[in-house]
């Protein structure tokens, strides 16, 4: 079965550093999706590509933040620099549509600690 | 504004039946979801309501109301390995059709033997 893959699974850094994360979807899916979820709550979307277009960015800390999915294949995440609120689950999803029935599918996800 | 509401916690027992509550107020609406998390792991997808009623699916069932704005997931003969956190996520409905989720902060379901 398909699944969306996403590098590293753990991370640690220090305040102030760069750190990157990256997202590979399900192959055919237009439209990804990286969410952040700190721990006990729900995820919350930070920025969504319809192929290699930003949709929405509007959840997305731009000074600090930036992501792009040049190819409209895979998709990095990158944060500089690194603070310490920024620990959380960063998790991407897939879709084959944005309508209908289509749900996301999620990836693992990258628990990023910084310390 | 955007508001979804679950119970943050609820614990039932093995063999049990279980009804999980989520109720939305959302700028527009464009169909109603449940994932499941398990601790540590992605959310997986369980369900999926755009229309009023119930649809089911094995032990889990998905109720929907427009007119309320609830939802709930109904879990039967619960087991062991249900004990997970139970998203509701609601697809914004958009001139654009983004399809953006909004979520609850998920409740987390304790099963006991």
């Known amino acids: 079965e398909a699944e969306v893959a996403q590098s590293p699974r753990y991370k640690i850094t220090e305040k102030s550093q760069a750190v990157a994360f990256w997202c590979d979807p399900i192959?055919?899916?237009?439209?990804l999706y990286w969410y952040r979820q700190i721990l006990g709550q729900g995820p919350e979307l930070l920025v969504q590509f319809q192929d290699e277009s930003v949709v929405d960015d509007s959840q997305l800390p731009k000074d600090r933040f930036s992501a792009e999915r040049l190819k409209g294949v895979d998709s990095t995440l990158k944060i500089q620099p690194a603070e310490l609120g920024d620990s959380a689950m960063y998790l991407c999803?897939?879709?084959?549509?944005?309508?209908?029935?289509?749900?996301?599918?999620f990836g693992p996800g990258t628990r990023l600690t910084v310390t | 504004g955007q508001n979804i509401d679950q119970p943050t916690e609820m614990t039932a027992t093995e063999g049990a039946i279980v009804q999980i509550n989520c109720t939305y107020q959302t700028s527009g609406f464009n169909g109603l979801f449940w994932y499941q998390q398990h601790a540590g792991e992605a959310p997986t997808f369980l369900s999926y309501?755009?229309?009023?009623g119930l649809e089911e699916k094995g032990r889990f069932s998905s109720f929907l109301s427009r007119s309320k704005g609830y939802s709930y997931l109904l879990l039967k003969e619960l087991q062991m390995k249900d004990s997970a956190s139970y998203l509701c996520?609601?697809?914004?409905?958009?001139?654009?059709?983004?399809?953006?989720?909004?979520f609850g902060q998920g409740t987390t379901l304790q099963v006991k033997p």
């Open positions: 996520a609601v697809r914004e409905g958009d001139s654009s059709n983004t399809g953006k989720l909004i």
């Open positions: 309501n755009v229309l009023d």
């Open positions: 999803a897939s879709s084959l549509s944005t309508k209908g029935t289509y749900e996301q599918y």
């Open positions: 192959s055919g899916h237009a439209t």
